[in-house]
């Protein structure tokens, strides 16, 4: 994998140059340790027993043998356990109740966590919790997800579930071309590197917990909810995290491991199995898409429409929104967006790398592919003329929108000029050979953050602040950050993330940390720089200077911010046996100011492989009998493994962002969006035939 990075005409400083992780050494020599891995004397561990039933309710639990076993301190379920506070709200609105264990006798979903088994060592717990025996009264359950179900319904939760203007009949019915086609998309899962862990104690009434999340305030707040603490009496800490991209907030483990810790008065332990987290760390839905395009004979859009369905668990409302491209993407006379889910008896949906975007761009960007061939116009040229001047469905101007630089540059560098457009004519041995691209687009947010900084005797400087590094390289990208707006270099800046004790922080999510670190980064900055201009003499605690962005972010005008992208795949099918082998991919993006183009770099490559994967592989297939999966593992569920990948090139043109400090845009997400949707129109390109559901598995393909 190479890339050759466009360099803006950027001032000297670290902020644009490739810098390693700072923690690099650490990772790499086993010193960093991970949320299972800290020692601590009476450490008590926990092992979740969930349930094997789809639905119904809980009819005994039958501990006394269990408890009767070598090294077993407890067993906590809803007959026993502390009682919890569930009604609040979260930083992000009402959390998913899952995490609210042993509260009532209710199985809402296979995999539901109905007991906790605490023991001496890991072992004993499992084995003891593997002879525990649970009996239910079953109830029949439904989990069939269908473009028809009577009970679908909409919320309006940070955005509005549906979104019209024009009348869609009539412009549908006076286009040259229509494009009216049904998308699907898998249930898909996260299955980052590291499994959830969290070792919890109590002292004096506090909570104390080691954890791997997104975000230690976040999590700080929702265990101060359930168990009515003030936050303040919770110290949650984060400081490595093998992966996560949306499951890892407040899950069933860290509260069990917080109760056991409580009711044994001792540190408590709970790891989660990779089985475990295919049912209690969240997902991403399946979704049914329908999307219906009408254009001008010279591609201008009369009609877009694009509805999307997905469902949920009976416990927690989650709305995957994938129509939300399109209320970016495109405008049309007549516009229309609805997202809209069904409750199912199947576990919680979540969110995971580019909620919506992900497999929203797959069926508007295959849909754009499919109008392009009706018109027979360039899928290139279809979307440049039309991109639009303004948000479709705000009215908004867009804060930069340079997807037509995308587009350009990634034609160049991709080799698109003189494409045949016609499929099914390239052949090089059994191999058919073809061509695709696709836009992409995701949102440019920021949350409010504290950062803390310290100018030490010594000349260096210290950053706290409450950050999470789920592999992204945050923590240098913020080292260089701060190194520039405290003139120094990185090597006098230590940054210290990962506790909530540093002061609330946005998570790492939505492609927004960064973002609102660096904010928060560049305020304290100033200010102490200011200070040290007034009286540069340090004294030997060190000068010290806190920021709050809240209301600094109040500020930003209103526009539509986001990140673009280009994105182009090329693919060998060999229709004999299907299979499908991608054999270059190219992303160009404008995602703002890039920090630090080496871990940027491995961050949109990163999100390609995903698309791939997610394009080729990755398949959650439930058993309709039983309600779980057939594979929750990682034999089951494929993911692209090196084999699969090939030559990834991700690059960038230059787009800072005129009203950040630093320019960022977030750069999290939008490496996914689109790519699966340009390996399948380069599908499309090799064999004449549409590929609308997700993977495409050689079955499909033969
Ligand atoms: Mo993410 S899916 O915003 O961690």
């Given at each position: 994998m190479t890339t050759t990075t466009l360099r803006p005409a950027a001032a000297a400083g670290a902020v644009g140059t490739a810098h390693p992780r700072v923690e690099g050494l650490e990772k790499v020599t086993g010193a960093a340790r991970y949320a299972a891995e800290f020692p601590l004397p009476g450490l008590a561990h926990g092992w979740l027993v969930v349930s094997?039933?789809?639905?119904?309710?809980?009819?005994?639990?039958?501990t006394g043998p269990v408890l009767a076993m070598p090294g077993v301190l407890a067993v906590l379920h809803h007959g026993n356990a502390p009682r919890l506070n569930t009604d609040f709200e979260g930083l992000f609105g009402?959390?998913?109740?899952?995490?609210?264990?042993?509260?009532?006798?209710?199985?809402?979903?296979?995999?539901?966590?109905?007991a906790l088994v605490v023991a001496e060592t890991p072992e004993q717990a499992r084995e003891a919790a593997e002879s525990l025996t649970v009996t239910y009264d079953e109830e029949p359950h439904d989990i069939a997800l269908t473009a028809?179900?009577?009970?679908a319904c909409t919320v309006d939760d940070h955005m509005p579930g549906v979104t019209e203007k024009g009348d869609l009949e009539a412009e549908l019915a006076a286009s040259a071309a229509v494009v009216d086609a049904e998308y699907t998309t898998p249930e898909e899962?996260?299955?980052?590197m590291e499994p959830h862990a969290a070792t919890a104690r109590w002292e004096d009434g506090r909570l104390d917990l080691l954890d791997s999340n997104q975000g230690t305030t976040w999590v700080q707040r929702e265990l101060a909810g359930l168990f009515a603490?003030?936050?303040?009496d919770i110290r949650v800490r984060s400081e490595h995290i093998g992966g996560g991209f949306?499951?890892?907030?407040?899950?069933?483990h860290q509260v069990a491991a917080a109760m056991a810790a409580r009711v044994l008065d001792r540190p408590v332990r709970v790891v989660l199995t990779r089985r475990q987290m295919f049912s209690l760390t969240g997902h991403r839905s399946p979704t049914v898409q329908r999307v219906r395009l009408g254009a001008d004979a010279?591609?201008?859009?009369?009609a877009l429409e694009h509805r999307s369905l997905n469902r949920t668990s009976t416990v927690h409302e989650f709305l995957?929104?994938?129509?939300i491209p399109a209320r970016v993407m495109y405008d049309a006379d007549a516009h229309r967006t609805a997202m809209e889910m069904v409750r199912l008896d199947l576990p919680s949906p979540t969110w995971m790398?580019?909620?919506?975007e992900a497999p929203g761009s797959f069926a508007l960007e295959s849909a754009l592919d499919e109008l392009a061939e009706k018109l027979g116009l360039d899928p290139i040229e279809l979307r440049l003329r039309n991109?639009?001047?303004?948000?479709?469905?705000?009215g908004l101007p867009f804060a930069g929108r340079n997807l037509a630089a995308c587009f350009r540059e990634g034609a160049r560098r991709f080799g698109?000029?003189?494409?045949?457009?016609?499929?099914?004519?390239r052949r090089e041995g059994r191999w058919l050979l073809g061509t695709g691209t696709a836009a992409a687009s995701f949102g440019a947010g920021a949350g409010p953050s504290t950062a803390t900084l310290t100018a030490e005797p010594d000349g260096t400087f210290t950053v706290r602040i409450?950050?999470?590094?789920?592999?992204?390289g945050a923590r240098t990208a913020l080292t260089l950050v701060a190194a520039d707006a405290l003139k120094t270099?990185?090597?006098r800046v230590r940054v210290r993330i990962g506790d909530s004790a540093f002061g609330p922080a946005m998570i790492a999510?939505?492609?927004?940390g960064t973002r609102s670190w660096s904010w928060a980064v560049m305020a304290a900055a100033e200010e102490l720089r200011e200070r040290l201009a007034l009286a540069p003499d340090i004294p030997a605690e060190g000068i010290t200077v806190r920021a709050d962005t809240t209301e600094a972010?109040?500020?930003?005008?209103?526009k539509e911010r986001h990140s673009f992208g280009a994105q182009f795949a090329e693919v060998a099918v060999d229709p004999a046996t299907g299979e499908v082998r991608v054999r270059r991919m190219l992303g160009i993006f404008a995602a703002?100011?890039?920090?630090?183009p080496l871990t940027a770099r491995s961050q949109l490559v990163g999100g390609m492989t995903w698309g791939l994967s997610m394009a080729l592989h990755e398949e959650g297939v439930?058993?309709?009998?039983?309600?779980?999966?057939?594979?929750?593992?990682l034999a089951g569920y494929h993911i692209a493994s090196h084999a699969d990948v090939p030559a990834i090139e991700a690059d960038w043109v230059d787009d800072p962002d005129p009203e950040d400090p630093v320019g960022i845009k977030g750069i999290?997400?939008?490496?996914?969006?689109?790519a699966a949707a340009a390996v399948a129109n380069a599908v499309w390109h090799a064999t004449g035939v549409r590929h609308r559901?997700?993977?495409?598995r050689p079955d499909r393909v033969i």
């Open positions: 094997r039933v789809a639905r119904g309710r809980i009819r005994s639990i039958e009402r959390p998913d109740q899952t995490a609210a264990v042993f509260q009532h006798d209710r199985v809402p979903h296979a995999g539901w966590p109905v028809d179900r009577p009970d899962h996260h299955a980052m603490l003030d936050p303040a949306g499951s890892k907030g407040l899950r069933a010279d591609g201008r859009l009369r995957e929104p994938a129509a790398r580019a909620p919506g991109d639009p001047e303004r948000g479709p469905v705000s698109w000029a003189g494409r045949d457009p016609r499929p099914g004519v409450a950050a999470a590094d789920i592999g992204t270099t990185p090597d999510g939505g492609s927004t972010l109040g500020t930003l005008s209103q703002g100011r890039i920090v630090n439930r058993d309709r009998a039983f309600g779980g999966l057939y594979g929750g593992d999290g997400e939008i490496g996914i969006v689109g559901h997700l993977p495409i």
